[in-house]
């Protein structure tokens, strides 16, 4: 069984709508988890980051935590066709390597 | 500027013939690690390094060397290439293993074996 499982899209939204991104894991033992913005043939850089249960914001961008029902989300608000790319969810357990997603691809149409 | 460099960044080989993909760091990491990603499949973890001397394997290490004689170097070894090695890597290095610690990406090596 994958460990991270991402929706492989494609997910097209509309300029200026948000942009809803998931992530469920197996591994109740992991500990952060990170949001990865990849765009074609380049690699992939970190957008966000959480640990805690909840939400958090940074600009646009919300990852919200749900340990629980064991899953990750990214909101991109007032999305933009600059955010067009390969959206990669990661996580890590304990001191262990990061283990990531096949990753979203997602299409913002002006 | 920090930053992860890996070379070269385009390489076409014939199957057998021993090759070496470089990676630099100049942000005195301790943790290094090396990807491929391949469509579908996202980034599989090859190798990785949590200091100098220390290697370990990570989930796709079959076919792949590594060394880490230094804190800065990390190079990716493939003894004999074959054409399922053929695929976009990634050399990657954080301050540790420990919670939060961010991975910054060297730009990547497309590899294609013949």
């Known amino acids: 069984q994958k460990e991270v499982e991402q929706n492989s899209g494609p997910l097209s939204v509309p300029e200026g709508a948000i942009a809803s991104l998931n992530c469920t894991y197996s591994d109740r033992g992991s500990q952060s988890f990170f949001w990865y913005r990849q765009y074609s043939g380049k690699s992939p850089e970190l957008i966000m980051f959480i640990y805690s249960n909840g939400d958090k914001e940074d600009g646009r961008f919300t990852a919200q935590l749900n340990k629980a029902s064991q899953y990750v989300s990214l909101l991109i608000r007032d999305s933009q066709p600059s955010d067009s790319a390969t959206y990669l969810c990661?996580?890590?357990?304990?001191?262990?390597?990061?283990?990531f997603g096949s990753g979203t691809q997602l299409t913002v149409l002006p | 500027e920090a930053q992860v460099t890996q070379n070269p960044r385009y390489l076409i080989t014939v199957t057998g013939k021993k090759l070496t993909v470089t990676c630099s760091q100049n942000?005195?990491?301790?943790?290094m690690s090396w990807y491929r990603q391949d469509p579908g499949l996202g980034l599989r973890q090859i190798y990785y390094s949590m200091n100098v001397e220390v290697t370990d394997k990570g989930d796709v290490p079959e076919g792949y060397k590594v060394s880490r004689k230094e804190k800065r170097n990390f190079p990716l070894i493939l003894e004999s290439p074959s054409p399922n090695q053929t695929s976009l890597y990634f050399c990657a290095s954080s301050l540790g293993a420990g919670r939060g610690a961010e991975a910054f990406f060297g730009q990547g090596t497309r590899l294609t074996v013949v």
């Open positions: 942000m005195n990491h301790e943790y």
């Open positions: 990661a996580l890590r357990e304990a001191a262990r390597q990061l283990t």
